[in-house]
């Protein structure tokens, strides 16, 4: 096999470390050489790299999302324009959460969402909501639940309105490409409290609905993680499309299914970096 020079960009402090790691050491017992830098590392160092696989960068607090959007966007400017393959680098999720607007607006199977009161209106039912930042990519950060009345007062622009729904779990699917590999299931939710979750296995409707929303990116290397509310009805519905550094849990798997996982995302990677 080829040797490559891999960068995976990771933040240090942020817990995602861990699973970066398992990565980046699954890479070097294979013989490549690996660095786990962050998205402000020095351009000089571009042309070093093979290939450079953009990880868990995300910030842990919002006062730093500011100057993480700036570094990412720059970074992403810059490797475009380089003959330098990259994975992950960016995607719907990357781009912000407009995409579950036009996604929902297309009669696609996602929580309710609104861009504008106006369109907020056919809501009309719940009696509260959710304000979620456009721009907040995968993080909570900025979200907010509001009543009813106060919905005038504080939305602006640059939010999404979602109806605040009732629901029994998060489920989350974990992709390599476009072949979902594990799914667990958080209950009652892994927003605020983060339960531990378990493996579970899709029926054939839930699998179908999960590779039908992992085609909107179109992402054909990396990791992808679809999430979704499973109502207390058993429906699913979309809650996120993770398609730039998703967290894959995969500190919670065990050894022996880890390394099929690991195993599984590079030959993904090698196919890409062999064409």
Aim: aromatic residues 14%.
């Amino acid at each position: 096999m080829k040797k490559y020079n891999i960068l995976i960009l990771s933040n240090k402090e942020n817990d995602g470390i861990t699973e970066d790691t398992y990565i980046a050491e699954s890479f070097r017992k294979d013989g490549h050489y690996v660095e786990l830098l962050w998205v402000d590392y020095d351009e000089s160092l571009d042309s070093k790299f093979d290939v450079i696989i953009r990880r868990n960068t995300w910030v842990e607090n919002d006062k730093e999302i500011y100057n993480y959007y700036i570094n990412s966007k720059l970074l992403k400017c810059r490797l475009i324009t380089k003959n330098i393959k990259t994975v992950n680098l960016d995607g719907l999720d990357g781009e912000g959460k407009e995409y579950l607007y036009k996604l929902y607006k297309e009669g696609k199977k996602v929580i309710p969402t609104a861009n504008t009161i106006e369109n907020a209106k056919e809501f009309n039912s719940y009696t509260e909501y959710v304000l979620k930042k456009i721009n907040s990519f995968g993080s909570g950060f900025g979200q907010k639940i509001i009543k009813k009345e106060d919905l005038d007062k504080e939305f602006k622009e640059g939010y999404l309105i979602q109806p605040k729904i009732k629901f029994k779990s998060e489920v989350q699917c974990y992709f390599v490409a476009d072949k979902l590999m594990y799914v667990y299931e958080y209950t009652p939710s892994k927003y605020p409290d983060y339960p531990e979750p378990h493996l579970i296995t899709l029926s054939k409707e839930q699998e179908k609905l999960a590779h039908e929303f992992s085609k909107e990116s179109n992402l054909k290397v990396g990791f992808q993680r679809i999430d979704f509310l499973r109502l207390e009805n058993d429906e699913f519905l979309l809650l996120e499309i993770e398609d730039t550094s998703p967290y894959m849990s995969l500190d919670k798997l065990d050894e022996e299914f880890r390394h099929k996982v690991l195993e599984e995302y590079k030959k993904n990677i090698y196919e890409y970096l062999d064409e």
